[in-house]
């Protein structure tokens, strides 16, 4: 006998837990397999960025230019100033810049000598993008653009400047947001991204931004976040099970 239903209630309650339970674990499922396409895109993409940093290394250090010998080694130039190129990259997070890898440390002095005609050329580096500094810089791109499309959206006329050309805020707002769908390549973040549900970008960033080397950024990167960004220019869905 259950008088006041309570034994059906309890039942209930458990059936009702365990649904939960399952929907967050096929939840979780879904999302890691997400994650496993987006690291194997960006895996790929760093494997062909080391590749052809490799090949340049040998075509650029061990074939002279000049008379296209190979009879060539290694010197340090003394003379500063003589190659002042600079190989270093810039890195920061949601500046939209790119991102470089460099192995070992730079000697801007170090020269290859062509032992035939003498000539003398800056030696190369190897450069690359490797996976952090890829996955990093295609969340810094989605950060900024999410920034950029709120900018639009949000601007409003300033009555008081000189310069300003529009005399509504929906006229303003209309041609910044044309202007950022034609100016703004969202190209390759639409291309990294597809097929990686609303939730995973979520998760992902909570992971690949938190760490790296950047620290508790994933609140600046939430910031400006909008879904309507993400499922208009980036055709991105939300998480189905
Ligand atoms: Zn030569």
């Given at each position: 006998?259950d008088?006041?239903?309570?034994k059906?209630r309890k039942?209930?309650?458990a059936?009702d837990?365990?649904?939960?339970?399952?929907?967050?674990e096929l939840?979780?499922a879904?999302?890691?397999?997400?994650?496993?396409?987006l690291k194997d895109?960006?895996?790929?993409e760093?494997q062909?960025?080391y590749?052809n940093?490799r090949?340049?290394l040998?075509?650029?250090?061990?074939?002279?230019?000049k008379?296209?010998?190979?009879?060539v080694?290694d010197?340090i130039?003394r003379?500063?100033?003589?190659f002042s190129?600079s190989v270093s990259?810039?890195?920061?997070?949601?500046?939209?810049?790119m991102?470089g890898?460099?192995?070992g440390?730079?000697d801007?002095?170090e020269?290859n000598?062509?032992?035939?005609?003498?000539?003398?050329?800056?030696k190369?580096?190897m450069?690359y993008?490797?996976?952090?500094s890829?996955i990093e810089?295609y969340?810094?791109?989605l950060?900024?653009?999410?920034?950029e499309?709120?900018?639009a959206?949000t601007?409003?006329v300033?009555?008081?400047?000189l310069?300003?050309?529009?005399t509504?805020?929906?006229e303003k707002?209309d041609?910044?947001?044309s202007?950022?769908?034609?100016s703004?390549?969202l190209?390759?973040?639409?291309?990294?991204?597809?097929?990686v549900s609303?939730?995973?970008v979520?998760?992902?960033?909570?992971?690949?931004?938190y760490a790296?080397k950047?620290g508790?950024?994933?609140?600046?990167f939430m910031e400006?976040?909008d879904?309507?960004?993400?499922?208009?220019?980036l055709?991105?869905k939300h998480?189905?099970?």
């Amino acid at each position: 006998m259950d008088l006041f239903g309570i034994k059906a209630r309890k039942e209930r309650k458990a059936a009702d837990a365990a649904f939960k339970a399952k929907q967050e674990e096929l939840r979780f499922a879904k999302i890691k397999s997400e994650y496993q396409i987006l690291k194997d895109r960006v895996g790929k993409e760093s494997q062909e960025s080391y590749d052809n940093a490799r090949k340049k290394l040998t075509t650029e250090n061990e074939i002279c230019p000049k008379c296209k010998s190979k009879n060539v080694n290694d010197r340090i130039q003394r003379l500063q100033g003589s190659f002042s190129g600079s190989v270093s990259g810039h890195s920061s997070l949601f500046g939209g810049s790119m991102y470089g890898h460099s192995s070992g440390s730079i000697d801007t002095n170090e020269v290859n000598n062509c032992n035939d005609c003498g000539h003398q050329w800056k030696k190369y580096h190897m450069s690359y993008s490797d996976y952090t500094s890829l996955i990093e810089m295609y969340f810094s791109r989605l950060n900024y653009r999410m920034e950029e499309y709120h900018k639009a959206k949000t601007a409003t006329v300033d009555k008081n400047d000189l310069d300003e050309k529009y005399t509504s805020d929906k006229e303003k707002q209309d041609a910044l947001l044309s202007a950022f769908v034609d100016s703004f390549q969202l190209k390759s973040i639409k291309e990294v991204f597809a097929g990686v549900s609303i939730e995973a970008v979520q998760e992902i960033a909570k992971k690949e931004i938190y760490a790296s080397k950047y620290g508790d950024r994933f609140e600046d990167f939430m910031e400006h976040w909008d879904e309507y960004f993400l499922m208009n220019f980036l055709g991105l869905k939300h998480i189905e099970i």
